[in-house]
């Protein structure tokens, strides 16, 4: 386990001003979509008041809802991009050093490993990488961020509605930890299928290429033979 941390501490440390940007953006993010909804309960008791008197104050709170909304569309987006561009670059990286450690193997190798099955090992495993390099530390950050500010925004806005909340996470957290075993068992299922797929497409390329190259040589040979047989028998 220490050695697959050090693993990816090593080429997520090449991106880390990249990484530091996404939380900066992340935790705005999370501050404009806890900020929205104490503005729209705001903007609803001035409606429940009357509206005498109360006009300016509701459209300044209407004109910072859109502003909030407005900036969240652009943190949201640059949190993304800041979190998924690192983890393409470390998947490019990887499939680079992967291609140079192949091509540095024997025969011997490729005798005891099907070509079906080190594509789909590797493939597997590069994807996986960049998951945890990409979306698993931005999903991360976001579990982060939202846990510490958004039940101090619920209980200031409701204590008793946020009571209320916490019993369908309870239920949820049940229900994910069951299907996280179900969707681990099938994934392993699924990769072991796809890796014996991968070995018998792959098997078939030389056969194909055999076949193909056959048909092209014998082709012009048996134009050749009508031609040189026309040449014959006319005078």
Not at 82 to 105: C, T
Not at 200 to 209: D, L, R
Request: aromatic fraction near 14%.
């Amino acid at each position: 386990m220490l050695a697959k941390l050090k693993f990816l501490l090593y080429y997520t440390h090449r991106f880390r001003w990249w990484y530091a940007g996404g939380v900066v953006f992340l935790a705005l993010t999370i501050w404009a979509s806890v900020t929205i909804p104490e503005y729209i309960q705001k903007s609803i008791d001035i409606i429940a008041q009357g509206r005498a008197g109360n006009e300016d104050q509701f459209y300044q709170y209407v004109a910072i809802i859109l502003g909030l909304a407005l900036v969240l569309i652009i943190v949201r987006t640059f949190s993304r991009i800041l979190f998924f561009v690192p983890g393409r670059l470390i998947e490019r990286k990887l499939k680079g050093e992967m291609f140079q450690k192949l091509s540095s193997f024997g025969k011997d190798y490729y005798d005891d490993n099907s070509a079906g099955s080190i594509i789909s090992r590797i493939n597997n495993d590069i994807n996986g990488v960049r998951m945890i390099t990409g979306f698993g530390l931005l999903q991360i950050g976001n579990i982060l961020f939202s846990l510490s500010v958004t039940p101090y925004k619920m209980w200031a806005m409701s204590p008793t509605l946020t009571l209320y909340c916490m019993v369908p996470l309870v239920v949820i957290f049940i229900i994910v930890r069951t299907g996280m075993v179900v969707m681990v068992k099938n994934t392993h299922l699924r990769m072991d299928a796809l890796q014996r797929l991968s070995g018998k497409t792959v098997s078939f390329y030389p056969e194909t290429a055999s076949s193909k190259a056959t048909t092209f040589i014998s082709g012009p040979r048996i134009r050749w033979r009508k031609k040189t047989f026309r040449c014959l028998i006319i005078p």
